[in-house]
């Protein structure tokens, strides 16, 4: 069975500071991965989609970026975090060439202080 | 006007009672819909995941898509303490991204 790892699950950083959040995916072979920021009572909104290693799809142009090294870790980062990046951040995968059936991990919440 | 609306509740039911969950939406061209629901501080669990219009149930859960009304609901029969979560309503075109519902707050009372 597929399972999903996203760590650390909880971050207190200062502004200004850089930002590794770590995303794996066991079980499947070439799945597609996503990032998502959800909001309290905004929903979630998609950061950013990989089909392949080094394939980076931006939806929001923003403080972030990602990378996907290898087939089944996907990174979310920032060299300098404003305090609009707080927000609890989803890591989730979906066989390949299937984008609508999608599986979470359990999330990292970052708190920019 | 967002693409997919969802009352956000909270929406409060005794144990026992029958939920119904809903979600409106304005893009003609989804085909594909999903039902997460969410406990505190995790991730979201895929619950239901239907193509087209129709219904599909599974055990106690209930998915029905009238697309001739925009409109998706999910219904959950002899609710428990253990439904109460957070239930997002998730929507896509072939091949595109998911949009999400801001979701609906349910409680269920033992």
């Known amino acids: 069975s597929q399972t999903i790892h996203q760590w650390p699950a909880t971050l207190v950083q200062p502004v200004g500071s850089p930002l590794s959040l770590e995303c794996t995916v066991e079980g499947t072979s070439n799945p597609n991965l996503y990032w998502y920021r959800q909001a309290a009572g905004r929903g979630l909104q998609l950061l950013f989609y990989s089909v392949g290693i080094g394939q980076i799809s931006s939806e929001v142009p923003q403080n972030l970026s990602a990378s996907r090294p290898q087939d089944r870790q996907f990174i979310l980062s920032s060299k300098k975090l404003l305090l609009s990046d707080s927000g609890f951040y989803l890591c989730a995968w979906s066989r390949p060439g299937a984008y609508n059936e999608q599986f979470f991990g359990p999330g990292t919440r970052l708190t920019v202080l | 006007q967002k693409e997919v609306e969802q009352d956000p509740g909270p929406l409060s039911v005794p144990e026992g009672a029958i939920v119904s969950l809903n979600c409106t939406y304005s893009n003609s061209a989804f085909q594909y819909f999903m039902w997460y629901r969410q406990y505190s501080r995790k991730g979201p669990e895929l619950l239901m995941y239907t193509y087209s219009s129709g219904n599909k149930e599974d055990g106690r859960f209930t998915a029905q898509v009238d697309k001739s009304s925009k409109y998706i609901s999910l219904f959950i029969r002899d609710s428990q303490p253990s439904d109460s979560a957070t239930y997002l309503c998730?929507?896509?075109?072939?091949?595109?991204?998911?949009?999400f519902g801001a979701g609906t707050i349910l409680r269920v009372k033992s």
């Open positions: 998730a929507m896509s075109e072939y091949g595109n991204k998911l949009v």
